[in-house]
């Protein structure tokens, strides 16, 4: 199984931050990986999918890049809304893991 | 509108049986793939089972020959059969449609889970 490593776990940011989210794969997984935002009670929401393609509804202060085994994920001008917890998934093969997650609280 | 409305859980004792059941409007299930996703309580997510519209099933290690990915076309309706229930099958389960009909693009459609506990 492929095993997605996500760094950090936990992160205490401002509103107006600018916040970065790595995923490492154990192996490449060429663009499929997919990012998730998940309140306390709540459904994961999808954010951006094919690496860096956002969701349509999603704002544009969330992008993603990377390809291979490297990701990031990055909130610019975190809004109060954003504090929640992220999750990455490789979706290139079965099973479609997910990393451990990072939380995002307000500092 | 998609909506996807799980139903089925509660609990049930170790090497029992439970099937969820998850029913979808707003599009068509068996012209998607559809997935399963759970999570025990106060951990992260772990994928449990795909099938897609063409019939294709498959699962994670740890569910393989204990559940079954289904779905009823004329109701809409995806189902997750599970038999030999362990305490570690405690979690909340989510179904959810992969976006574009396609295994690859993530999951753009979750329902709001229906939790299962396994204790005696």
């Known amino acids: 199984d492929i095993q997605m490593t996500q760094s950090p776990s936990f992160v205490s940011a401002s509103v107006g931050d600018r916040v970065t989210i790595t995923c490492r794969a154990s192996q490449g997984i060429r663009s499929w990986l997919a990012w998730y935002q998940q309140k306390p009670g709540n459904a994961p929401k999808l954010l951006i999918y094919a690496a860096s393609s956002l969701q349509s509804g999603v704002p544009s202060r969330f992008s993603g890049s990377g390809s291979g085994t490297d990701f990031t994920l990055t909130i610019s001008n975190l809004q109060p809304e954003d504090f929640a917890t992220y999750y990455c998934?490789?979706?290139?093969?079965?099973?479609?893991?997910f990393g451990g997650g990072t939380r995002v609280e307000l500092k | 509108e998609v909506q996807l409305v799980e139903s089925g859980g509660g609990l049930v004792q170790p090497g029992g049986s439970l099937v969820l059941s998850c029913a979808a409007s707003g599009f068509t299930v068996n012209s998607n793939y559809m997935s399963w996703v759970r999570q025990a309580p106060g951990k992260g997510l772990q994928w449990v089972s795909i099938?897609?519209?063409?019939?294709?099933?498959d699962y994670a290690d740890s569910v393989k020959g204990r559940f079954t990915i289904s779905r009823h076309n004329s109701k809409n309706t995806l189902y997750l059969h599970m038999d030999d229930l362990r305490p570690e099958d405690t979690a909340v389960y989510y179904c959810?449609?992969?976006?574009?009909?396609?295994?690859?693009?993530?999951?753009?459609?979750w329902g709001k889970g229906s939790l299962v506990t396994v204790s005696s």
């Open positions: 959810a449609r992969n976006l574009g009909s396609n295994t690859y693009s993530g999951l753009d459609y």
């Open positions: 998934q490789q979706a290139n093969s079965f099973p479609h893991t």
């Open positions: 099938i897609y519209s063409g019939g294709y099933t």
